[in-house]
């Protein structure tokens, strides 16, 4: 019987499995990676890109590569990713046709590398995917590892599962093949419903603890360790020389179309044409990492050379000699998580305007990262975005269309900001919501969740005759 209490004596092993490899880098997989360690003694990732393909299965793994590289950046970057974020994709007919024929050769081959991985170990198993390009493995892992329950985590948007702009056939084997996994996670009600809705059109019968909601989460001990280092404090120094006592407009995301970043950018523009007098008074901290993955992407360059040219124009127009009202700090190796946290801890208003988002960290790690004699922080952050759902405190919701009244909302909490102290309340309230979404309570709720289901098979295969 699988049990919490085997997986924390090393009873068990969990194979996460994965597109990139989360161990090194930057993005939400690998801070959730990070997160989790801690937590699990037996946990082997396996992961799809492997550049050293010439140490070990030279063949399969180069075919893995190549097949993968298409799928990612055409099928997944184009079609799924857009289209589940109700989004227009940016794919050509015969794109979609000819990524959909390499699908199936894809989830054979890296099922092919998980069942491998599985085969070395001795203890009992959990299989663990994340994310939407792993949902193709899951057919092929169910034929090779039959009595192991495999879990898929889902941490993008999926509220455009039910959209016209993701052709039917999509639709049909993205839901047929995710359903055969035994537990489903997603970020949010609203995404889990519509995963629902989707399978039932196709008639396809769920049983009701397959699909459900299970946000991930922060570790807070280790984002608290980061805030209080002595390297985040050098970088809160090296920042402090930049921005000069200015008030601290923060945000934090890679470079993706989902991000709602030029709309992020209007606004602030807006914000100095509407209300000259906040002039000189505020930075727009905007961190930006910038994946190289992506870089021949005519769409990513595309987007990367927009959003440079608007922060160049606006501080052009509404800059001084000593002052720019966007700071950004780009990078393509991205930023450890001590300039991360020094940022975090900075931050007097923080902004998220994504358009469609599955969570959402950045809300989370600022209160993790803040100390009780920081600046207090507050929050406008998108309807859109799924932590939107999970915290209140210090929280304004927008519309991040609505460029003129985020606009005005900015101004506002710049003026509520700037004469805003915590009490000791007010610190430990922010603290105790945040802190209902840790990465120890998503672990334990999955691991719970498969241990059902693997107890349940049990009981069944034991009935049987």
Known sequence: ???????????????????????????????????????????????????????????????????????????????????????????????????????????????????????????????????????????????????????????????????????????????????????????????????????NKINFKIQNNKIKSVPVGINFELRNKYAIHTLTIENMNNLSTILKNKMVISSISSLEITKGILLELDTIEKLLIKHPNVSNKFVLLRVLPI???????????????????????????????????????????????????????????????????????????TIASKQEDDKPVLFLISKYAGISNYIKNNVWLIDPYNIKENADKIYTALNLASNLNYSHLQFSKLKEEAQKLSAKRWLNEIISNLALIHNEHTRQNRQDP
């Not at 289209?83 to 890296?110: D, V, W, Y």
């Not at 769409?299 to 160049?312: A, D, F, G, H, M």
């Not at 052009?316 to 991205?334: A, D, F, N, R």
């Open 1 to 199: 019987m699988i049990t919490i209490e085997k997986v924390n004596k090393g009873k068990i092993t969990i194979i996460w499995g994965t597109y990139h490899n989360v161990s090194y880098g930057f993005g939400g997989l690998t801070s959730i990676y990070k997160y989790i360690q801690k937590y699990i003694k037996n946990f082997k990732l396996v992961y799809v890109k492997d550049e050293n393909h010439n140490i070990q299965n030279s063949n399969s793994q180069k075919v893995l590569n190549e097949i993968s590289e298409v799928i990612q950046k055409k099928y997944g970057k184009k079609l799924l990713w857009p289209t589940l974020h109700n989004l227009e994709p940016s794919i050509s007919r015969t794109e979609i046709k000819k990524s959909r024929q390499l699908i199936k050769e894809f989830g054979k081959l890296f099922a092919k590398k998980i069942f491998d991985s599985s085969q070395q170990i001795k203890t009992e198993k959990l299989i663990w995917l994340q994310d939407y390009l792993m949902v193709y493995v899951i057919p092929y892992l169910k034929g090779l590892l039959k009595n192991i329950p495999i879990a898929i985590s889902l941490h993008n948007s999926l509220i455009g599962i039910n959209s016209h702009l993701l052709p039917n056939i999509d639709k049909k084997l993205f839901i047929n093949a995710i359903l055969k996994a035994d537990l489903i996670t997603c970020q949010t009600k609203e995404d889990a419903k519509a995963l629902r809705k989707q399978a």
């Open 291 to 365: 994946r190289k993955r992506y870089a021949n992407l005519q769409e990513y360059e595309t987007l990367k050379n927009k959003v440079l040219s608007k922060i160049k124009k606006i501080n052009k127009l509404h800059g001084t000699k000593y002052w720019k009202p966007i700071v950004l700090l780009s990078s393509y190796e991205g930023f450890d998580d001590y300039q991360i946290s020094a940022v975090q801890r900075l931050t007097n208003i923080g902004i998220v305007f994504s358009v469609r988002d599955g969570l959402n960290l950045f809300p989370l790690e």
